[in-house]
C-alpha cells in the first residue's frame, strides 16, 4: 500500500539525495544509484539479449530465472562502482509494474528485501515514468510540463507530462506497440532479436520511399496509434512475393516500414505539441533510439519551433539509472511504499 509521508527528507537541508534503484520488467536485470534525481553514480544493466536470441524473443520463465541469478551482482556492482555503501543510500526505488509477473516480482523482491534489512524507505515505480524520467538524466534544464511520446517494446503512448509523475494521455496504441511492430518485421524478414536496431541499421542502405505501406488513422482519435495494420501488410508483401518467386530487397522493406512508424509517431507528436501549446517536446523508450525517429521528429520540432528532448541509446532501452529518476521525484512527493507492495504486471500509467 502506498503512503504519503511527510518525512526527514534528506532535500529539506539540500543535502544530496541518492537513490539506489533496481529494474528487472523484462529482459535486463539492472541496477543503478542516483543522486538528486539527475546524477547517474553508475548504471549497471545486464542484458539477457544473448539468452532469448535462442528462442527469438523473451521467455518469460527464463528471463525470472536468470534475474534471480544475476540481480545480487548487479546490485553490488552498482554501489562499488558508485562508490557509495548501503547505509550512504536514502531510499530503495523499483520497477513494480507493468511488465513481466514473474520478472517483475524479482527485483519488488529484492527491494523489499533490502529496504527493511538496511531500514530505507521503498518507493515502487512505473515503468514507463521511468522511461520519460531518462530524460531529466541529460537534460539539467528540461522540467514539466511537457509532450512525451514513449515508444517502447510493450507501449506506445502520447503523453501531456504535468509535472514530475503525473501524465495527462492523448493517445495509445490500440494494437501492437511499435516496439513490437519492429520485432514482429524484424522476425519476418530473418534480422532475429531484437528486431528495432536491426530494421534500424539495415533500413540505413534502403529507400523508405520504395514500398508505401497503408497508414493507419483512427477515426475520432486523432492522437491514437494502430500498427498491426501496417505489420500485416509487411507480412502480406512478403508473402506476396515469395509466391511470385520474386527477391525481397530486405533494405527497402525496412526502410519502407520504418518510414511509416516513424510518419506516424512524429506527425502525431508535433500535433500534439501544437494543438495543446507546447513548446518542448521528449521522446522516451527503446524505439526512441530509432535514428530515423531521431531525424524525423528533430526536423518536424525544428520547423515548429518546437526544443526536442531524447536521451541517449543506452538510456532509451531498460536500465536502472531511469527508475532512480523517477524514484527521486516520487520520493521527493513523499511517495512510501509498505512490504505488501506487489508486482502488479498490468500497471496502469498514472496508477499508484
Ligand atoms: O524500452 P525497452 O527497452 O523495453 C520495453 O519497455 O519494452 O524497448 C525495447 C524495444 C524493442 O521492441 C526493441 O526492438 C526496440 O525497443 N528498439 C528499437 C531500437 N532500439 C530498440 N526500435 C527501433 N529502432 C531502434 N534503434
Ligand atoms: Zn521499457
Same mark, same amino acid.
Given at each position: 500500500m502506498e503512503e504519503k509521508i511527510i518525512s526527514q527528507d534528506c532535500q529539506r537541508n539540500g543535502e544530496r539525495c541518492r537513490i539506489l534503484a533496481i529494474e528487472s520488467s523484462c529482459d535486463e536485470t539492472a541496477a543503478a544509484v542516483v543522486e538528486n534525481?539527475?546524477?547517474?553514480l553508475s548504471n549497471i544493466i545486464s542484458s539477457q539479449i544473448a539468452l532469448h536470441t535462442l528462442y527469438g524473443g523473451v521467455v518469460p520463465e527464463l528471463a525470472s530465472r536468470k534475474h534471480i541469478e544475476k540481480i545480487n551482482q548487479v546490485i553490488e556492482a552498482a554501489l562499488s562502482e558508485a562508490g557509495v555503501s548501503l547505509e550512504e543510500v536514502d531510499a530503495i526505488g523499483v520497477t513494480y509494474?507493468?511488465?513481466?509477473v514473474g520478472a517483475l516480482l524479482v527485483g519488488v523482491a529484492e527491494a523489499k528485501a533490502i529496504a527493511y534489512a538496511a531500514k530505507k524507505p521503498l518507493i515502487g515505480v512505473h515503468h514507463i515514468e521511468g522511461h520519460v524520467s531518462a530524460n531529466f538524466i541529460e537534460h539539467p534544464d528540461l522540467e514539466p510540463p511537457f509532450i512525451c511520446l514513449i515508444v517502447s517494446g510493450g507501449h506506445t503512448h502520447l503523453v501531456i507530462?504535468?509535472?514530475?509523475?503525473e501524465f495527462e494521455i492523448l493517445g495509445r496504441t490500440r494494437d501492437d506497440a511499435a516496439g513490437e511492430a519492429f520485432d514482429k518485421v524484424a522476425r519476418a524478414v530473418g534480422? %532475429?532479436? /531484437?528486431g528495432g536496431p536491426k530494421v534500424d541499421k539495415v533500413a540505413?542502405? %534502403?529507400? /523508405?520511399?520504395?514500398v508505401e505501406f497503408p497508414r493507419a488513422k483512427i477515426e475520432g482519435s486523432p492522437y491514437d496509434f494502430s500498427f498491426s495494420g501496417l505489420k500485416s501488410a509487411v507480412l502480406n508483401y512478403i508473402n506476396h512475393a515469395n509466391m511470385m518467386g520474386q527477391e525481397i530487397c530486405v533494405p527497402d522493406l525496412a526502410a519502407s516500414f520504418q518510414n511509416a512508424v516513424v510518419e506516424a509517431l512524429v506527425s502525431r507528436a508535433v500535433m500534439a505539441a501544437k494543438e495543446y501549446g507546447y513548446s518542448k517536446l521528449a521522446m522516451a523508450g527503446?524505439?526512441?533510439?530509432?535514428s530515423a525517429l531521431r531525424a524525423g521528429m528533430r526536423e518536424a520540432c525544428e520547423k515548429a519551433g518546437i526544443s526536442l528532448y531524447y536521451p541517449s541509446p543506452i538510456l532509451c532501452t531498460d536500465n536502472a539509472a531511469m527508475i532512480g529518476a523517477a524514484a527521486y521525484y516520487e520520493y521527493k512527493k513523499g511517495t512510501r511504499h509498505g512490504w505488501d507492495l506487489n508486482a502488479v504486471p498490468n500497471l496502469k500509467l498514472g496508477e499508484r
Amino acid at each position: 500500500m502506498e503512503e504519503k509521508i511527510i518525512s526527514q527528507d534528506c532535500q529539506r537541508n539540500g543535502e544530496r539525495c541518492r537513490i539506489l534503484a533496481i529494474e528487472s520488467s523484462c529482459d535486463e536485470t539492472a541496477a543503478a544509484v542516483v543522486e538528486n534525481g539527475r546524477k547517474v553514480l553508475s548504471n549497471i544493466i545486464s542484458s539477457q539479449i544473448a539468452l532469448h536470441t535462442l528462442y527469438g524473443g523473451v521467455v518469460p520463465e527464463l528471463a525470472s530465472r536468470k534475474h534471480i541469478e544475476k540481480i545480487n551482482q548487479v546490485i553490488e556492482a552498482a554501489l562499488s562502482e558508485a562508490g557509495v555503501s548501503l547505509e550512504e543510500v536514502d531510499a530503495i526505488g523499483v520497477t513494480y509494474g507493468p511488465g513481466l509477473v514473474g520478472a517483475l516480482l524479482v527485483g519488488v523482491a529484492e527491494a523489499k528485501a533490502i529496504a527493511y534489512a538496511a531500514k530505507k524507505p521503498l518507493i515502487g515505480v512505473h515503468h514507463i515514468e521511468g522511461h520519460v524520467s531518462a530524460n531529466f538524466i541529460e537534460h539539467p534544464d528540461l522540467e514539466p510540463p511537457f509532450i512525451c511520446l514513449i515508444v517502447s517494446g510493450g507501449h506506445t503512448h502520447l503523453v501531456i507530462v504535468k509535472d514530475y509523475g503525473e501524465f495527462e494521455i492523448l493517445g495509445r496504441t490500440r494494437d501492437d506497440a511499435a516496439g513490437e511492430a519492429f520485432d514482429k518485421v524484424a522476425r519476418a524478414v530473418g534480422l %532475429g532479436y /531484437p528486431g528495432g536496431p536491426k530494421v534500424d541499421k539495415v533500413a540505413k542502405e %534502403g529507400n /523508405p520511399h520504395a514500398v508505401e505501406f497503408p497508414r493507419a488513422k483512427i477515426e475520432g482519435s486523432p492522437y491514437d496509434f494502430s500498427f498491426s495494420g501496417l505489420k500485416s501488410a509487411v507480412l502480406n508483401y512478403i508473402n506476396h512475393a515469395n509466391m511470385m518467386g520474386q527477391e525481397i530487397c530486405v533494405p527497402d522493406l525496412a526502410a519502407s516500414f520504418q518510414n511509416a512508424v516513424v510518419e506516424a509517431l512524429v506527425s502525431r507528436a508535433v500535433m500534439a505539441a501544437k494543438e495543446y501549446g507546447y513548446s518542448k517536446l521528449a521522446m522516451a523508450g527503446g524505439v526512441a533510439s530509432n535514428s530515423a525517429l531521431r531525424a524525423g521528429m528533430r526536423e518536424a520540432c525544428e520547423k515548429a519551433g518546437i526544443s526536442l528532448y531524447y536521451p541517449s541509446p543506452i538510456l532509451c532501452t531498460d536500465n536502472a539509472a531511469m527508475i532512480g529518476a523517477a524514484a527521486y521525484y516520487e520520493y521527493k512527493k513523499g511517495t512510501r511504499h509498505g512490504w505488501d507492495l506487489n508486482a502488479v504486471p498490468n500497471l496502469k500509467l498514472g496508477e499508484r
